[in-house]
C-alpha cells in the first residue's frame, strides 16, 4: 500500500518547486503570500526514531496533498474545494489517523469525524463516529450544503451520506496491520488506557484536570486555505484515539474547538489532545484575539498553543492562515507533521521542531 501511494505521488508532475524545511510557528508579513497550510497530526515525533524510508513518505504525502489543493486555487477554484481536496488526498494514505490510516476503538472498529468551514459565509458541517464512508471530509461538506444541519453522527450521518450519493465502503476497507497491532499493544500494556496517534512511548503524563494521557500522541490531519476571491476555508479529519470507548468524539469535528474559518480573520485546523481543546474552543478563541484584540495570527496562535492549552495540561499544535495570507502553526510537542504553499507554487515541509 506505501508503494502504490508513493508511486502515485513520484509520479505526479505539476510544476510546483519544493524547498528546504518549513520554520517552528512560521508566519510571514510582506512577504510571498500564503494560500494553503496543512498538518498530518503532532506528538513525541523524533528523528531517531524515523526511517529515512518513512520520512520521506511522510514528505511526499504531504508535498501531495498541497498540490492537490495548490493546483484548484491556481486555477481560481475556491478555498472549499481545496482544503477537501487536500483532506481526501491525506484520508486516502495509511500514513495519516484518518480515514485509510484511522485507528482502532476498544471494539476494534475505525471511527472517524471530519468538520469542513466556509469562512465566507460561516457555514459549516461535520460528522462524527462514522464507519462506512470512505472520505468522511466529503460527508462533513455534504451536512454543510445539503442539510440543515451542522452535525450529524454515526448510523445517521452514514444513511445521510449514501443517500447523497457518497462513497461507502466495507469497514474492512479501514483495516491497516499497524493500526490493529497497536490496538493489541495498547489492550496489553493497559485495557483501559488510550492512545493518541503519532509519538513515542516515551512519556507519560497527566493533566492539571487528573487526566492521564500515557502516550502523548496525536493523529488528526487538517487543512486551511485562502482563495483568488479572498475566501478562507478550514477542514479537520481524523480517526480518534486508539481503544477509544463509549463513542468518544474529540475537538475535530466540533465548530469552534478544532475547525473554524471566518474571512473576517482568519482559517484554523486543530491537533491535539482533544478534551483540552474543545474545554479552551482554541480555534474560535484565535479568531477572536484577532478579532476583538487586535492580535495577529502568530500571537494569537501562540496564546493558545504555548500558554492557554499547556497551561490547562493539554498539548498540540495547530494550523492558520489569515486574511492576508500571513500564517501560523505553533506546536508545544516534539514534532507536527506540517506544510505550506505560497501563491507561487513553492512548497515547503517540515515535521520536527526544527
Not at 519544493?18 to 520554520?23: Q, V
Request: hydrophobic letters at 40%; one cysteine or more.
Amino acid at each position: 500500500m506505501l508503494s502504490t501511494f508513493l508511486a502515485t505521488a513520484l509520479l505526479m508532475t505539476t510544476g510546483i518547486h519544493s524547498a528546504g524545511t518549513l520554520p517552528v510557528n512560521d508566519t510571514v508579513t510582506a512577504k510571498p503570500k500564503y494560500v494553503m497550510v496543512i498538518h498530518g497530526g503532532a506528538g513525541t515525533i523524533l528523528k531517531s526514531q524515523m526511517t529515512p524510508e518513512k520520512e520521506q513518505a511522510y514528505k511526499t504525502a504531504l508535498e501531495l496533498a498541497l498540490r492537490s489543493g495548490y493546483t484548484i486555487l491556481q486555477k481560481g477554484g475556491s478555498s472549499l474545494d481545496a482544503v477537501e481536496a487536500a483532506i481526501r488526498v491525506m484520508e486516502d494514505s495509511p500514513l495519516f489517523n484518518a480515514g485509510k490510516g484511522a485507528v482502532f476503538t476498544h471494539e476494534g472498529k475505525n471511527e472517524m469525524d471530519a468538520a469542513i468551514m466556509n469562512g465566507k459565509t460561516l457555514a459549516a458541517g461535520s460528522v462524527a463516529g462514522v464507519t462506512v464512508i470512505r472520505n468522511p471530509i466529503t460527508a462533513a461538506r455534504a451536512v454543510m450544503e445539503k442539510s440543515q444541519h451542522v452535525m450529524l453522527t454515526g448510523p445517521g450521518a452514514e444513511k445521510f451520506a449514501k443517500e447523497a450519493g457518497l462513497e461507502i465502503v466495507d469497514p474492512s476497507y479501514f483495516y491497516t496491520e499497524e493500526r490493529w497491532k497497536a490496538l493489541q499493544k495498547v489492550k496489553a500494556a493497559d485495557e483501559n488506557k488510550t492512545q493518541l496517534d503519532h509519538d513515542a512511548d516515551t512519556t507519560r503524563k497527566t493533566s492539571r484536570l487528573g487526566i492521564e494521557n500515557k502516550d502523548n500522541k496525536f493523529g488528526t490531519v487538517g487543512a486551511v486555505a485562502l482563495d483568488k476571491q479572498g475566501n478562507l476555508a478550514a477542514a479537520t479529519s481524523t480517526g480518534g484515539m486508539t481503544n477509544k470507548k463509549y463513542g468518544r468524539v474529540g475537538d475535530a469535528p466540533v465548530i469552534g474547538a478544532g475547525t473554524y474559518a471566518n474571512n473576517a480573520t482568519c482559517a484554523i485546523s486543530c491537533t491535539g489532545w482533544g478534551e483540552f481543546f474543545i474545554r479552551l474552543c482554541v480555534a474560535k478563541t484565535v479568531s477572536d484575539l484577532m478579532e476583538y484584540r487586535n492580535e495577529t495570527v502568530q500571537q494569537a496562535a501562540n496564546e493558545l498553543i504555548m500558554n492557554k492549552v499547556p497551561a490547562l495540561g493539554g498539548d498540540g499544535g495547530l494550523i492558520a492562515i489569515d486574511k492576508n495570507g500571513n500564517i501560523a502553526m505553533p506546536f508545544n510537542t516534539a514534532g507536527m507533521y506540517r506544510g505550506s504553499v505560497t501563491e507561487d507554487g513553492r512548497i515547503e515541509v517540515a515535521i520536527y521542531k526544527e
